[in-house]
């Protein structure tokens, strides 16, 4: 007799955040905020900054999200990176970030910044650790929020995004 195919597994999609994906993304960022490893963010700040957040979606099911905000001229950052962890490593924050930095050049920004508890990841995507101080003043409003301020251990790094055709 013919055995019963299981059925395919979903493929993971990048995309935009819904307004459906807030209970997820605060989920994910609550989790890991909670473990140090990046700012918590209250449900008003992500309506606010719903536009910002690209999902990674499996079946219908948030896995992984990533924010690109901008900051200055020319400059915005990645925040908010996170992948469930039974799905990291597996090339799904890597994808978030790219679709972050696709935006970013969309938008014709030309620079990248992260301040991140895991820097090797984003070195790892060709991001430099740059120092702090060489980001504008105004990037550290959120700083105030995080209850390790002023002794931040987070790492500083950035990316130059090139206009589309050149390197
Ligand atoms: C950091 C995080 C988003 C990475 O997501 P991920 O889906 O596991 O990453 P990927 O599988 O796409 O990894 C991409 C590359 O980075 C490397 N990498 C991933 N996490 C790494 C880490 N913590 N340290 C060093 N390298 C790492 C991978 O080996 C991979 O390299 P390769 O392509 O050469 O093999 C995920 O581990 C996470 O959610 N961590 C907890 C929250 C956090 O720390 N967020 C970052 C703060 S903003």
Not at 8 to 35: G, H, N
Not at 116 to 132: D, I, M, Y
């Amino acid at each position: 007799m013919e055995k019963a195919r299981p059925p395919e597994a979903p493929a993971v999609a990048i995309r935009k955040a819904r307004m459906s994906d807030i209970e997820p993304i605060f989920a994910l960022v609550t989790e890991f905020s909670r473990q140090e490893r990046m700012l918590p963010r209250s449900r008003a700040d992500l309506y606010e900054g719903l536009r910002d957040f690209v999902v990674a979606d499996l079946g219908g099911r948030v896995i992984g999200c990533g924010a690109l905000t901008i900051e200055w001229d020319n400059l915005a950052e990645i925040k908010s990176m996170a992948v469930v962890r039974r799905h990291q490593r597996r090339g799904i924050g890597r994808r978030l970030v790219k679709a972050c930095l696709a935006e970013a050049r969309r938008l014709g920004i030309g620079r990248v910044f992260a301040l991140t508890s895991s820097p090797a990841f984003f070195e790892h995507l060709g991001f430099a650790r740059v120092p702090r101080e060489s980001l504008p003043h105004k990037v550290w409003s959120d700083c105030i929020k995080c209850a390790k301020f002023p002794d931040c251990d987070e790492t500083a790094v950035a990316i130059e995004v090139p206009p589309r055709g050149r390197r």
